[in-house]
């Protein structure tokens, strides 16, 4: 299995903006080969928002192939493009370990 996690932080002002793009993205990738789940999680305080999207793969080359056919398109769009200056994005990649059971 493989997760990527993307937190989205930021001005709240644009938070909606922000959240059309996750909510297309998430239903895109739910759609995509390989892809277990996909849903997004919410953190607000008094003038900023944070959005962490959070999808399960079934292995590393499922994702990579996901990102080659859509979400490139989808990240350079002049919406994507304009939250760049109020948004900033984090990505981490976790792969699965087999752990012995003793």
């Not at 909606?16 to 998430?26: E, G, P, T």
Request: overall charge neutral.
């Amino acid at each position: 299995m493989f997760i990527v996690q993307v937190v989205f932080e930021g001005e709240s002002s644009a938070g909606d903006k922000l959240l059309a793009i996750i909510k297309a993205k998430i239903a895109n990738a739910q759609s995509a080969p390989g892809c277990i789940s996909s849903e997004c999680w919410k953190t607000e305080g008094t003038k900023t928002a944070g959005y962490c999207l959070v999808s399960k793969w079934a292995d590393k080359e499922d994702f990579q192939g996901w990102m080659r056919t859509s979400h490139a398109a989808q990240q350079h769009s002049p919406e994507a493009q304009s939250l760049k200056s109020i948004f900033t994005k984090k990505v981490c990649q976790f792969s699965s370990v087999e752990l012995e059971q003793n």
